[in-house]
């Protein structure tokens, strides 16, 4: 279904698995939550050197023991020295698997001094994955039908105002069948009170945390919520918690534009550029292309039909990392030679699909969370208004509908996360990571949390991609990774060429 997630799929977000057991208290208590503070957690082999469990935790915070427990898969290596305690990692999303990402690529998430130092974890979070899990669809072919099929109305009529409004109600309900209780307690907030579970049952009194884009918004409540309990956190492409969603969307529509300067920018130097003329007859090309795509779009080899959305979602996969632009080159050739190969390539990379089979939950989850943690606008006038603010502001690549997120704004349960600056008062100082040509959390937001946080330092990598981390500068990777092993803070302003 074209255009039903449009808005809510702007948003940014980033195998095999196993899972161990876990033994709770069965004890009588007077107090619910006793039975998941004493649990201890049953950590067994599950491949290539690591250690799996399963942890409990309460389905509704403020009412523990009510419903159905909540299932949380975690993996682990262990320090491969003399280990300081844990090191939780979360790359991101939401809906992203923190339990695969360490299981398959932990050299990849943290550095070698920091695995022989920490016992490095890595969980899904609630709705994710191997933890008790969000479903929104029996088959995958079911999936196929939200994400990628086709309106029987004719397009801007309002036949087709109310068959998309239809089948955008049909997706939250197939949710809620799906998953039952679960799809109302998958909240970012909810998270954050399980992840101080967690760094409590593997006994650690202070939580080391590294969290990669969504991953810092829950690192970042966490500070406000539990400030007393934080130890060293690096929070890398962080969202801005005090924003709201209408600002979330608006400053990606710019990041990723500006990264579309970028690529053809870089690309006019290396001479592989798709199109030809100046920047601006450049950037025109590829609005051109988008309004060829919508008014006539070319129908897949799978039958999938490739329109302006599937335009974007191909465009915005390559520009997450220098390093993928390439296949952005490669796309816009194709398209313009009516071929669409590359360009589904990246929307099945992006959509985790693979010859039809989505190889996780991450989009339904991603939706499931967002719509709990952002309130939506349903006023038309605002939203034509927001929507032009769109065209404004990335005036090549924004189509927006006008129609506002019709999923969320129909969503069965209604947002629980109450936005606002955080300031985590009396917390342990915060190293912040900002990227200035991060397209997918632009780099004001990471002023924008060290100034709300009251004990932060921000360093920042001047250069293009989303996160900083993973590009392994020296400049950036030794001052986080003596602040983890030692507890030293980094220089405040610390500025790194790429």
Known sequence: MRGAIAVAATLAFALSGCQGGSNSSTEASSDPLDRYVSQELDWSECGAGALCAVALVPLDWDNPGVGADVELALSKFEATGRSQGS?????????????????DSVDFAVSDALRESFDVIGWDPRGVNFSSAVSCAETDEDLDHFFFGELDAEADTPEWDAELLEESIRFGQECLANTGELLEFVDTLSTVRDL???????GDDELNYLGYSYGTLIGALYIDTFPGNVGRIVLDGPVDP????????????????????????????????????????RLQSVSDLYDRFEQDPIRHSDGRLVDDGMLRTAMVTTLYSQSSWPFL????????????????????????RDNGVYQDNSMEAFIAINCLDYPVESDPSVL???????????????????????VCENWPFAPKLNKGPVRGEGANPVVILG??????????????????????????????????????????NDPVDTYFLTGEVPQDGLRCEA
Request: glycine share 10%.
């Open 196 to 202: 101080d579970l967690l760094r409590a049952l593997v």
């Open 384 to 406: 034509e208004a927001q929507a032009q603010q769109l065209r404004d502001a990335a005036p090549y690549t924004a189509r927006p509908s006008g129609t506002g997120d019709l």
């Open 87 to 103: 090191l939780f990692v979360n790359p991101g999303g939401p809906g992203a698997s923190g339990y695969d990402f360490v299981l």
């Open 329 to 352: 080159g490669r796309m816009f050739a194709e398209l313009q030679n009516g071929v669409t190969d590359t360009a589904m390539f990246l929307v099945d990379f992006y959509y985790d």
């Open 242 to 281: 005090g924003a709201s969603q209408f600002d979330l969307v608006l400053n990606q529509h710019i990041g990723f534009e500006e990264a579309l300067v970028a690529y053809l920018e870089d690309c006019d130097l290396s001479g592989s550029c798709p199109f030809e003329g100046t920047l601006t007859e």
């Open 435 to 476: 990227t200035t040509g991060d397209p997918a959390t632009p780099y004001n937001w990471s002023v924008s949390l060290n100034e709300q946080l009251e004990n932060s330092v921000l360093l920042t990598l001047v250069g293009e991609g989303h996160l900083a981390y993973d590009e392994r500068v020296a400049c950036i």
